[in-house]
């Protein structure tokens, strides 16, 4: 102690400490969790015959009857969303279909807007090539960003100078006739529950 000051001289064991990022297939704890899920299901005949059925209806009706809050693990959606760690959010029918292989892994959000996006060239006719990288960025931003839908549904093109998703430079390089086509097709084809984590 030094004028009432303490002073270490020792090394320091927080320096040391690393951070180490959970990736998308999460902890292990969340894993058996989905796993344990997953058992369930595969354990529910009703389950199993509307799947295989195609009956997907039937399928989600069984597993909120019957699966969902009970005892012991209480089951359900946010638990689920939680412990499979993806950006976005999981649909019930992307669980079903991962419990019984239709699927081999959930989609990244990114992976979503790509499809989307290209669903949205094809239906289209097809863009200048150089045109593409802005009219993506546009797409992508309209449909993850509440604040750019809500500026450009409001024609309040001056806030995007402070838009941090998608500025006013990228908005004017995006040609004009895009400007409404984008924002027209997400309103009619794009589930954007689907983006939210």
């Not at 320091?12 to 297939?25: N, R, T």
């Not at 809050?69 to 089951?75: I, L, V």
């Not at 001056?158 to 430079?169: G, P, V």
């Amino acid at each position: 102690v030094i004028n009432g000051a303490y002073q270490h001289l020792g090394a320091d064991i927080i320096a040391s400490i690393k951070e180490e990022k959970v990736g998308y297939e999460g902890m292990k704890v969340d894993r058996m969790f989905f796993d344990r899920f997953a058992d369930t299901v595969r354990g529910n005949e009703v389950v199993i015959e509307a799947v295989a059925a195609d009956q997907w209806e039937r399928a989600y009706d069984q597993v909120h009857r019957e699966i969902f809050d009970k005892p012991e693990d209480f089951f359900n959606l946010p638990k689920l969303r939680q412990a499979l760690g993806v950006d976005r959010r999981v649909t019930l029918r992307e669980m079903l279909e991962r419990v019984f292989d239709l699927i081999d892994h959930f989609k990244s959000k990114d992976e979503l807007l790509e499809e989307e996006f290209a669903k949205f060239v094809a239906d289209r006719e097809p863009p200048e090539a150089r045109s593409l990288p802005a009219i993506k960025a546009f797409f992508k931003a309209y449909v993850t960003s509440g604040l750019t839908r809500d500026v450009v549904d409001a024609g309040e093109f001056t806030k995007l100078a402070t838009n941090a998703a998608f500025s006013m430079q990228d908005y004017r390089s995006v040609p004009k006739k895009y400007r409404k086509l984008v924002p027209d097709y997400v309103k009619d084809y794009v589930s954007l529950n689907q983006f939210t984590a």
